[in-house]
């Protein structure tokens, strides 16, 4: 398979990711995985059983341009063929166990009043309002 990746150093804090040409992902058609540094190439590695609905020519095209750009940044890739990086993920854990997962951590966080800005907003409200609450009452 021939790669279709290209340097793109415009890139920056600023850029958006649909500003990126697709000529930087691993996965073009897709435009999944950007890789505009040495870290987003190591990160397209450990991710790579990770991206969905994707076709075995796909995932060869995306090794391919991991390679070139892994390369092109002087990142070492031990892995010779994209099916040693695998296409399914390899936490031994079911999608029922994944979602289960989820479901708790989104729980957790709903109960602490974290992850969400429009919730730490109600909690200061909540807080201002006791407060308020408390003053009027000792006056």
């Known amino acids: 398979m021939r790669a279709t990746w290209k340097p793109h150093d415009k890139a920056g804090k600023l850029t958006e990711r ?45 090794f391919a341009n991991i390679k070139k750009a892994a390369k092109y940044y002087g990142v070492e890739i031990s892995e010779s063929a994209w099916t040693d990086l695998g296409s399914e993920p390899s936490t031994g854990r079911t999608t029922a166990q994944r979602k289960s997962s989820a479901k708790k951590a989104a729980a957790t966080r709903s109960a602490r009043g974290t992850g969400h800005k429009k919730t730490a907003a109600r909690k200061r409200g909540a807080k201002r309002a006791a407060t308020t609450r408390a003053k009027k009452k000792a006056a």
Request: charged share 35%.
């Open 18 to 62: 649909g500003d990126l040409p697709s000529s930087v992902f691993a996965y073009p058609k897709e435009r999944k995985e950007p890789m505009t540094n040495a870290s987003h190439v190591r990160n397209a590695v450990a991710r790579f059983d990770q991206v969905r609905e994707v076709s075995d020519d796909e995932r060869a095209l995306a």
